[in-house]
């Protein structure tokens, strides 16, 4: 059974704090993707990872960075944590040719 | 880039009856189509796919058809139950070399018992 976690589930942070967001996956994938989930807008992604170190910008990359230095490890990182980066970050993994599988999400909120 | 537009943004239906949801994707390189089903809470996850070398697929009570000349496919769900009530994304992407994945706004089902 694949499982995806992501580190925390609820996060409440200052503006201008340096934040992180870890994902794990078990399966072996080698994509992972960071989104957020915003009331009618969806999910948008925000950096995809098909390899380990390799990285792209997805939709809505500005005021975020990534780092995949493991293949089962993705981590989103607010440089400076703004408040209208408060939202669901939901993590997904997945083969290549095949569906996603998400984390449980984190939600964040930004005082 | 994919632009993945999704209709309608809620839907109510009366139990036992059918909700269609609809889906029109841009990039004619596109050729995998999931649909998924996020509960209140929950993670969204797979209901159902199709790829872009069949026009329909079936699963019990879910359906998905795909109209490549049009560039739109739809979710059927019939006989509808209480717990189909949830958040349906439907999603574009070319299942080949990068994953990007484009997401519908998704469709918020609400089945009355």
């Known amino acids: 059974d694949v499982k995806v976690t992501q580190s925390s589930r609820y996060l409440v942070k200052r503006t201008g704090e340096k934040v992180f967001l870890e994902c794990v996956q078990d399966?072996?994938?080698?994509?992972m993707f960071w989104y957020r989930q915003d009331p009618g807008l969806g999910l948008r992604l925000i950096y995809f990872s098909y390899d380990v170190k390799m990285k792209e910008k997805g939709d809505i990359p500005e005021g975020y960075s990534v780092s995949r230095e493991k293949k089962e490890r993705f981590s989103l990182i607010l440089e400076s944590a703004s408040t209208n980066q408060t939202s669901m970050y939901l993590c997904?993994?997945?083969?290549?040719?095949?569906?996603?599988?998400f984390g449980p999400g984190t939600r964040l909120l930004v005082l | 880039g994919e632009n993945v537009e999704q209709h309608p943004s809620t839907l109510s239906v009366q139990e036992g009856d059918s909700a269609v949801i609809k889906c029109t994707y841009s990039d004619s390189a596109s050729n995998y189509f999931p649909w998924y089903k996020q509960e209140l809470g929950k993670r969204p996850q797979l209901i159902i796919d199709i790829r872009s070398n069949v026009g329909e697929k079936k699963d019990q009570r879910i359906a998905v058809t795909l109209n490549k000349t049009a560039k739109h496919f739809s979710l059927h769900i019939t006989e509808t139950q209480p717990e189909d009530s949830a958040v349906y994304f439907c999603a574009a992407t070319y299942s080949g070399g990068y994953q990007k994945v484009t997401f519908g706004t998704g469709t918020k089902l609400q089945v009355i018992p």
């Open positions: 997904a993994s997945s083969f290549s040719r095949d569906h996603q599988y």
């Open positions: 399966m072996d994938h080698e994509n």
